[in-house]
């Protein structure tokens, strides 16, 4: 799935932000889960898997993307499936290098069937929180992270927001060794409530040998 204003863990149908954040809160990411690598590293067998949670849904979920082709020299076919204790929903979806969606289908069963943009949307927004307004840094904190069994050097951004009238704090954690990807994104209310938090828990390829990975043994679409 980073920019980071809480929409998907692939890029937007206007392309994918950029991965950077700068100290300047018009910088700051508008999309999440992270936009997935950019072409250039980018490779067919890549996954990640986000943990997302929070009170803003009813349930926590598992959100997957995987590369599972490359059309051409600059498109790509990704899967997303979003799991929960509901069940399961996952489109597979055609992306250019610029990220924008041009072929969308719904998976069932593993079948692919006629789908929309509508259908990509739906599944990004019911894993995805976007803030009303960003009111600017307000610290940045270094330390490390976990990712799977890596432990990372990473750097938290924090960041002051508005949920319409309410405000709240955004914190967005990167690391140099996952460029393109956040580790993790929170947005927390006012009283302490955990409004939205995305974690990446897992990340690789999977035609490593080394990779014992969830996603791994996950059913396919």
């Known amino acids: 799935m980073t920019a980071f204003a809480l929409a998907a863990c692939g890029a937007q149908r206007a392309g994918a932000p950029s991965p950077t954040v700068a100290s300047d809160a018009s910088s700051v990411h508008t999309t999440f889960p992270p936009p997935a690598p950019t072409a250039n590293v980018r490779h067919v067998g890549d996954f990640s898997v986000h943990e997302i949670s929070g009170s803003f849904r009813k349930h926590p979920a598992i959100l997957t993307e995987r590369v599972v082709a490359q059309e051409g020299d600059d498109a790509w076919i990704m899967d997303y499936r979003l799991e ?117 828990v897992e990340q690789g390829n999977e035609g490593s040998n080394a990779n014992d990975s969830v996603a791994m043994h996950l059913p396919p679409l």
């Not at 990473?154 to 990807?181: F, N, Q």
Request: glycine share 10%.
């Open 84 to 200: 929960d204790s509901d069940g399961v929903k996952a489109v597979r979806v055609r992306m250019e290098a610029n990220g924008d969606i041009t072929r969308v289908s719904r998976m069932l069963d593993g079948v692919e069937k006629p789908g929309t943009m509508a259908d990509y949307e739906a599944l990004m927004a019911s894993a995805s929180l976007a803030p009303d307004e960003n009111q600017g840094l307000t610290a940045t904190t270094k330390g490390t992270c976990m990712v799977g069994p890596s432990e990372l050097d990473c750097e938290t951004k924090s960041y002051r927001v508005m949920l319409g009238d309410k405000e709240a704090s955004l914190g967005i954690t990167e690391s140099a060794s996952l460029p393109g990807r956040d580790v993790s994104g929170e947005i927390t209310a006012s009283d302490g409530t955990v409004i939205f938090r995305s974690v990446l």
